[in-house]
């Protein structure tokens, strides 16, 4: 039924611009972006008939939702799929837009953004006004409205008469950026937001406060990633990023010029790692299954999570929710036995293939391959660990104990464990 629609819009399209050529544009309109939000800006006409292909940064999987205010009776609206390219119609009895301006809609799928568009097509059949468009190649612009257009901070986008806040930074922040999914929201609109530390820095303190100044609820998303639900308020997002690297570490363990007090530093300061007392990391004692999936946790955000599901893994340890956690999200994996074993030395494998497993979970590319039969104990590896060890040694995560040793079964010390997460956390910075 879809293609069929999309068909006749089509044919209905072309069929108008054949009775009327397109008239010359003074002044072409253009594609808002707003977040996802997809509107028209720059209407001069009394148009019926829209169409326009958006070309998109991935495979548009998923689907479009058209805006509310093009439900109305005597509008019909569908979309078709080619690859990354998106083509939207749009067809009314009625003429479309409103104060030269037209909502479409919204990309329907985390991460998509427009990266060109082409083939706009505005028609009017009615034969008291010509003035049509078409357009091969469309600009693109972002942020709040323009070219006459200013619907104000409380207008909700789609004509709806919903009313939207502001979502803003706080002035003064440095050593960072942040990046929001939308500039206005709706009460009870999931709004996002990515925080990004300038190399050298790490994320501090966040806080997100209402009109008010009452603390608004965030939740971790994981890689600087953020969300709040919005109030009936306009909302103000603090930060504060510091130097990654502190002034003194407080560890007499861990001296100027050893290889990992680097990495010691950067996860102390990102807050991944603590010592085992206060003045000592115990840099080469051996890391436990638990430990590293808290550690992973923290990295995540501390996202909510339920209860444990491995008889081995009690309420109230301080691994139990970072557990639930990681197998409700396919992080990590029991044994056979159906035991997590948290109290047991974590192997090189075993870290290879929960980082592996994580960065899959974050739509990371990880189809990178190191050649293992370089090492001569590349027979050892589990069956389970040996794209995630090719994966990890391709990315510089995990290094041979020498140029010819691996060691997937052996254990991983604080100073190594330190230094493959400081390279993951670069990693995944970096993509």
């Avoid at 479009?64 to 009776?73: E, G, K, M, V």
């Avoid at 005597?74 to 037209?102: C, D, E, K, M, P």
């Avoid at 990178?368 to 660990?385: M, T």
Wanted: net charge negative; aromatic share 10%; glycine share 12%.
């Amino acid at each position: 039924m879809k293609r069929i629609l999309s068909a006749l819009l089509s044919l209905a399209l072309a069929a108008a611009l054949l009775v009327c050529p397109a008239a010359a544009a003074s002044s072409a309109p253009w594609l808002q972006m707003n977040g996802q939000s997809v509107s028209l800006q720059g209407l001069s006409g009394r148009y019926t008939a829209v169409q326009v292909t958006l070309n998109l940064n991935r495979e548009a999987a998923g689907s479009f939702q058209f805006a509310p205010s093009l439900s109305s009776s005597g509008t019909h609206t569908t979309y078709t799929i080619s690859g990354n390219s998106l083509t939207l119609y749009v067809s009314s009895s009625s003429a479309l837009g409103r104060g030269g301006a037209l909502a479409l809609g919204s990309l329907a799928g985390q991460g998509l953004t427009v990266e060109s568009a082409s083939g706009l097509k505005l028609v009017n059949v009615d034969s008291n006004d010509t003035d049509q468009f078409v357009i091969d190649s469309v600009e693109i612009k972002a942020g709040s409205s323009q070219g006459g257009f200013d619907p104000g901070p409380g207008w909700d986008g789609w004509g709806g008469g919903v009313t939207r806040y502001p979502v803003q930074a706080a002035p003064g922040t440095s050593g960072g950026a942040l990046q929001f999914s939308t500039t206005h929201a709706a009460p009870g609109e999931t709004v996002s937001f990515t925080t990004t530390p300038n190399p050298g820095y790490i994320l501090n303190s966040l806080a997100v406060t209402d009109s008010t100044g009452r603390g608004v609820a965030v939740s971790g998303l994981g890689g600087g990633k953020w969300s709040f639900v919005m109030p009936a308020s306009a909302v103000t997002v603090s930060v504060t990023f510091t130097p990654a690297q502190p002034a003194a570490l407080p560890f007499r363990d861990v001296a100027q010029g050893e290889w990992f007090r680097e990495a010691v530093s950067y996860v102390y300061a990102a807050h991944l790692m603590n010592g085992t007392s206060p003045d000592l990391f115990s840099p080469w004692e051996t890391t436990t299954r638990g430990m590293i999936v808290t550690i992973l946790y923290r990295y995540e955000g501390s996202p909510a999570a339920g209860g444990a599901s491995f008889p081995d893994v009690p309420p109230g340890e301080y691994y139990a929710v970072p557990v639930a956690w990681a197998a409700a999200s396919g992080v990590v994996k029991g044994y056979e036995t159906g035991l997590f074993e948290p109290q047991s030395p974590i192997t090189r494998e075993q870290m290879a293939a929960i980082l592996y497993r994580y960065a899959q979970r974050r739509g990371l590319d990880v189809s990178g391959r190191a050649n293992l039969s370089l090492y001569a104990d590349a027979g050892q590896i589990s069956p389970y660990a040996v794209d995630a060890m090719a994966w990890a040694v391709h990315t510089g995560l995990i290094t041979g104990v020498d140029s010819s040793i691996l060691q997937p079964g052996g254990s991983a010390v604080r100073a190594q464990v330190a230094t493959i997460l400081m390279r993951f956390c670069q990693y995944v910075e970096a993509h």
